[in-house]
């Protein structure tokens, strides 16, 4: 099943969201607000205050999330910086390729994180009710167990990522929603195959899992290439929309349910609208981005009772 984080991983590789220089972050007045800014408050390094500031200064949720002192400077001096471009009418920049949000108990992006927690809620709610109504004895009921589980761990590093952008935190989340994208093709393919060969899925599963293993390594320990990183998410999401899409169309007149499926993968494209609309977030803490998260939060309504129609009716 195509899933609701694999548009997204297209989007979000091309825009380089990430560490990218933006407008903001490369001005002379935000670059120099910072280093005046590092230079009375932080020691060697920029992780600690000087004694004369004092780290008691700073709330205790701010420093559970690792706030450090050249951070806030960043995050003082990003808002400085706004306020300047404002009072020249020029328009509200971006910083490291991010909009300017306001923190909320130390999140970064509130609304992002609030909404990825909907999505992962939503495959709580639908993982419970496939455990208490299909039989663990089913035909592929592993299959679909592992794909909740797959995407609950790509929300919760989601919503990690979004409280706290760290490269680490970044990394974890490029690799969690790239896992949704290839297991998702898995299952598209072990769908096809129906069961019929048993060799051929031992086989597909030691190519994914090789493929992502490689995938992992080489991004986080020779080159974190989004360029790679991008090329990859569009190859297997895009074989992974066109064969469901396929398999929907072969099955509409034997398992008339399909068109559920063929729904969630249209809507996950549609929802895509939402990543091409980039604009400063709405009260400093809606933005297009979250949105994409609010919208695919109903998404695994729709797919699960694909499956559990699936299941229920034993039609293959």
């Not at 990218?20 to 120099?32: E, F, K, L, Q, T």
């Amino acid at each position: 099943m195509l899933s609701s984080r694999v548009v997204l991983c297209l989007i979000v590789v091309i825009a380089v969201r990430s560490t990218s220089a933006s407008v903001g972050d490369r001005s002379p007045y935000y670059r120099a607000c910072v280093e005046k800014c590092s230079t009375a408050n932080c020691t060697e390094g920029g992780v600690n205050f000087h004694s004369s500031y004092g780290a008691q200064a700073q709330p205790l949720y701010l420093q559970l999330t690792k706030w450090s002192c050249h951070d806030e400077c960043c995050y003082d001096c990003m808002w400085k910086t706004v306020e300047a471009f404002s009072n020249r009418n020029w328009a509200i920049p971006q910083f490291h390729g991010k909009w300017p949000f306001t923190r909320i108990l130390g999140i970064q992006e509130p609304a992002s994180v609030v909404f990825s927690i909907f999505n992962f809620i939503a495959h709580c709610m639908m993982l419970k009710q496939f455990r208490r109504e299909v039989r663990k004895t089913s035909p592929m009921y592993w299959l679909w167990h592992a794909y909740a589980m797959v995407c609950l761990n790509c929300w919760f590093w989601s919503s990690v990522f979004h409280t706290r952008d760290t490269p680490f935190t970044e990394m974890m989340d490029y690799f969690s929603a790239f896992s949704t994208v290839l297991f998702s093709f898995y299952a598209m393919v072990v769908r096809l195959l129906n069961g019929q060969s048993r060799i051929m899925i031992v086989i597909l599963s030691f190519l994914c899992a090789g493929f992502f293993v490689h995938h992992v390594t080489y991004l986080a320990l020779v080159n974190f290439d989004y360029g790679y990183n991008m090329q990859a998410n569009i190859i297997v999401g895009i074989a992974n929309a066109m064969g469901w899409f396929i398999w929907c169309f072969y099955y509409r007149k034997s398992q008339p349910y399909v068109w559920r499926c063929a729904l969630f993968v249209l809507l996950v494209g549609v929802c895509m609208i939402f990543e091409l609309m980039d604009f400063p977030p709405f009260l400093w803490v809606i933005d297009a981005h979250s949105l994409w998260h609010l919208a695919t939060a109903g998404l695994p309504f729709i797919f699960y009772r694909y499956v559990h129609c699936w299941h229920c009716t034993d039609s293959d």
